[in-house]
């Protein structure tokens, strides 16, 4: 049982929409405060993605992260880590721009193709306030996340000369065998940061069972050279991490992944879900890691070898 847990904190993502949560980050300035805030309450690591300030639609430009990304840099120690899932809705050469212009110390990388369905969600609202958010809940339905051989080769090439390291997204115990290949032929060197991810319709379930398997399988093939952490996503984010915490493992939470802070209730901030997220681990007798932990235990570049 290592005793340092890294929290990441994602903060706003591509999936969660305005009408949702009024608590979702929207503009470049409530994304730089709800990671700043996050890294207070304790996160080593800050997954970030970007939107349209005026629509909140997922904007995958390089642009769209400039005026976060120097204002978190400036005010927090914690490790940026830039997504290259963009929206599911995004081709991989789209999505991969701003981690291969900024050189952060982490990007995500996806690990497999998959159904990635959040369309029940239009259960929930009657009405939205933007018009591309009914399209982006209906048109899931029919979306193919695609992350091919060649797209995760695409990725690794892109990034792979800027030191660039990853947080491998496993939604799915296949996803494992495609990191364990890619491993086989020397394209990604330990340790993996594995953020194994539950609870996505098209990926694994939640069952504890299912997070078992994704530990035991991934122990299985990648031995001491990995370092585990975990995802929940909607109203079992909290449950998960504690299971996980608790098999050693490192935790995700932030309102990229749910929205919620207890049941029926919303999360005000992602501090508050990094909050909690702290209590639990500190609950269980552990210490969560610094940034500078986070980075010695993911042999990461340091944040002064970033373009930003
Ligand atoms: N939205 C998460 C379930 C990425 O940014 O690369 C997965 C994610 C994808 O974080
Ligand atoms: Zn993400």
């Known amino acids: 049982m290592p005793d340092k847990v890294i929290i990441t904190c994602a903060v706003t993502g591509a999936i969660h929409t305005p009408t949702m949560s009024q608590y979702l980050p929207i503009t470049p300035d409530e994304i730089a405060e709800a990671a700043i805030g996050a890294a207070e309450a304790g996160a080593a690591i800050l ?23 120097g204002r978190i840099k400036q005010s927090t120690n914690a490790v940026v880590n830039i997504t290259t899932g963009g929206s599911p809705y995004m081709t991989v050469d789209e999505r991969t721009k701003p981690a291969a212009r900024w050189s952060p110390e982490v990007a995500s990388l996806n690990m497999g193709s998959m159904n990635f369905g959040f369309f029940p969600l239009l259960a929930k609202y009657k ?71 539950f609870g996505l319709l098209g990926g694994i379930g939640t069952h504890p069972e299912d997070v078992m398997h994704m530990k035991r399988t991934a122990d299985r093939l990648f031995g001491s050279d990995f370092r585990w952490s975990v ?78």
Request: aromatic share 10%; glycine share 8%.
């Open 47 to 69: 997954h970030l993605h970007a939107r349209d300030p005026k629509t909140g639609k997922p904007d995958q430009s390089p642009e769209a992260f400039t005026p976060f990304l």
């Open 127 to 197: 009405e939205f306030k933007h018009e591309w958010e009914r399209e982006h809940l209906e048109g899931s339905r029919d979306l193919v996340f695609r992350n091919s051989f060649k797209d995760i080769e695409y990725v690794l090439e892109t990034c792979y000369g800027n030191g660039t390291r990853f947080e491998f997204e496993c939604y799915d115990i296949s996803h494992l065998y495609n990191l364990a290949h890619f491993a086989d032929r020397g394209l990604v060197k330990p340790p993996f940061f594995v953020q194994s991810v």
């Open 231 to 308: 995802l929940g996503a909607g109203k079992d984010q909290f449950r998960i991490a504690a299971q996980a915490i608790s098999m050693g493992g490192n935790i995700r939470v932030g309102l990229e992944d749910s929205i919620w802070i207890a049941r029926g209730k919303l999360a005000e901030s992602n501090a508050q879900q990094v909050v909690k997220a702290r209590a639990l681990v500190e609950g269980l007798g552990l210490e969560i890691a610094t940034p500078d932990e986070a980075r010695a235990m993911l042999a990461l570049k340091g944040g002064d070898a970033v373009n930003f």
